[in-house]
């Protein structure tokens, strides 16, 4: 192209001051410029990072990260029920009617088992997993600790004792076999929150467990127990009706749901910041 030309356009209409830059390029090709300036200059959006715990539950086969003002995230999905989520070691767990066991983030089954699993219970420093098999397991290393003769729907780690209970409507020590407690149904949840452990289930209500004294009542089942910021909360509902999570003392309703929930579970500032940043 004629370099002529080009000046004389530049000098009857206004053009893109890069163009002329460009232009005068030509003339002095040592001449160093910026070339930043020909560059788009995009704005990345910063991730805003949390420094507090995060309350986990699913829906379905979803699982998700709660918000409290703002969409709640989506963390992953499995095509079945889920029923277990856990943190062992800064890592987060998910089981439920698939038969196995995974390691949420990365999608990574670990373990895999006969029938349902319905509890995961990490216990100084080791993962558990129980359900409709009768037994209880340390997870990854796939090793039976525990069997019962009736399905174990809950475990619990409370002041270095591991404990179990279900369809037998017992709280059992699990490596000791020992009885602490019974109800008149089947026992779905177990939660060590403050010093004190707490049971709740198929009977609606929840119970200081070795003072065998009922703390909160429902009018339907409670699946699930979770100590989150220094605060007791409790999910559940039956099998075709809505699931709601509810923050025991004062009652105070924070999820509500189309399907009853089984699971919900506080993780760390860090594995919130995770989820956020996979967005």
Same mark, same amino acid.
Request: overall charge neutral; glycine content about 4%.
């Given at each position: ?20 830059? #460009?232009?005068?390029?030509? *003339? ?12 788009? %200059?995009? %704005? &990345?959006? %910063?991730? =805003? ?15 998700? /990260? ?7 995230? +989506? ?13 062992? !070691? @800064? ?12 390691d949420t983030f990365n999608n990574k089954q670990v373990a ?7 509890? #995961?219970?990490? *216990? ?22 525990? =069997? ?23 709280? +059992?020590?699990?490596?000791? @076999? ?5 109800r008149n149904n089947y026992i779905m949840t177990l939660c060590?929150? !403050?010093?004190? #452990? ?5 009977y609606n209500k929840v119970f200081d467990t070795f003072n ?9 089942? &409670?699946?699930? /127990? ?12 039956? &099998? ?22 089984? =699971?919900?579970? =506080? ?13």
């Open positions: 192209m004629n370099i002529l030309k080009v000046e004389n356009k530049m000098k009857d209409k206004k053009i893109n001051p890069n163009l002329r830059k #460009l232009a005068e390029l030509t *003339h002095n090709p040592d001449l160093k410029v910026d070339k930043s300036m020909f560059e788009k %200059q995009v %704005q &990345i959006p %910063q991730i =805003s990072q949390s420094n507090s715990n995060g309350l986990v539950y699913h829906n379905r086969g979803k699982i998700y /990260l709660f918000r409290e003002n703002e969409d709640d995230v +989506l963390i992953t999905e499995r095509n079945d029920w889920v029923n277990a989520i856990e943190v062992n !070691n @800064n890592t987060l767990y998910d089981a439920g009617d698939s038969c196995k066991i995974f895999s088992r006969d029938e349902s699993i319905w509890a #995961l219970c990490s *216990h100084n420093n080791t993962l558990y997993d129980a359900g409709n098999y009768c037994k209880v397991f340390d997870t990854l290393n796939n090793k039976e600790v525990a =069997s019962r003769d009736a399905r174990i729907w809950a475990l619990g780690s409370h002041n270095n004792t591991l404990y179990d209970a279900g369809c037998n409507q017992k709280v +059992l020590e699990t490596f000791s @076999n020992k009885e602490v407690a019974s060590s929150h !403050n010093n004190t #452990l707490y049971d709740a289930g198929y065998n004294k009922e703390v909160a009542s429902r009018n339907n089942y &409670i699946m699930t /127990l979770c100590s989150h910021n220094n605060t007791l909360y409790e999910a559940g509902g039956s &099998i075709g009706s809505s699931g709601k999570v509810f923050e025991i003392l004062n009652n105070k309703l924070i999820i509500s749901l189309d399907n009853h929930i089984n =699971s919900i579970c =506080s993780i760390s500032p860090d594995l919130v910041n995770k989820i956020l940043s996979r967005r």
